[in-house]
């Protein structure tokens, strides 16, 4: 049985070291991250509950809302992009890859780590969403209590 090197299968041994390099930075992003400085929670919940409050007896007095601001991107964001980007770069070329009968061990290895990649960040993205969720949800609750405590 001949081995698989980079000139046997170069789609597949190319899209193994990306799908592993977006799985990496993947990982990177969510246990070492964020990189960007951010504000306390306290003071970005405080800010947003304020905000909503705001914008809400806004709405109801039928006055007209403000511009929305742009984001600035961060390093935070051009990593988060660039780890999808890279996961699916990787499955493409694993699948096309398979599509030229590469090595299928090699090309089945680099599709499972593009979409593990791609996986891993939706998840943490999809939990964080949830616990954002759950701030919001309790933050409004318990906001007529915080404006009652200052006579209002």
Request: glycine share 10%; hydrophobic share 60%; with cysteine.
């Amino acid at each position: 049985m001949q081995r698989a090197t980079f000139h046997t299968a170069p789609l597949s041994v190319l899209a193994l070291v990306i799908g592993a390099l977006a799985l990496l930075g993947a990982m990177i992003a969510v246990y070492a991250g964020p990189f960007a400085p951010q504000p306390k929670l306290g003071t970005a919940l405080g800010e947003f509950t304020a905000d909503f409050i705001t914008a809400t007896l806004r709405g109801l007095d039928g006055e007209a809302q403000p511009a929305a601001e742009t984001r600035s991107l961060t390093i935070d964001t051009g990593i988060a992009v660039a780890v999808a980007v890279a996961g699916v770069v990787a499955v493409v070329l694993a699948v096309i890859a398979l599509a030229r009968h590469e090595p299928r061990r090699l090309s089945v290895g680099a599709l499972a780590l593009g979409g593990a990649a791609l996986t891993f960040q939706f998840l943490a993205w999809l939990a964080l969403l949830i616990c954002g969720v759950v701030l919001l949800v309790t933050a409004i609750n318990n906001a007529g209590a915080i404006f009652e405590s200052f006579g209002g």
